[in-house]
């Protein structure tokens, strides 16, 4: 659910946070059903913790999630 971004030197590893600066997905909002997941952040942003909720969230988001295999995608 992230890009892979190039890093260039090791400072720039050191203040490379994927988070935030590896987003893909970008546009839009998916519903997911989503199992047992803590808060996270992404995009500076603040999700969660969700238990077996159905939420809409954006698609960077949901993306990682079901990529993380801790939500499926709802109606």
Request: hydrophobic share 45%.
């Amino acid at each position: 659910g992230l890009v892979a971004i190039k890093v260039g030197t090791l400072k720039d590893l050191e203040r490379f946070d994927p988070m935030n600066q590896a987003i893909a997905f970008k546009e839009g909002m998916l519903k997911v059903k989503t199992a047992k997941v803590p808060k996270f952040h992404m995009n500076n942003q603040e999700f969660g913790p969700y238990e077996s909720n159905a939420v809409e969230l954006p698609t960077y988001a949901a993306m990682y999630l079901l990529l993380k295999r801790v939500a499926t995608l709802s109606d």
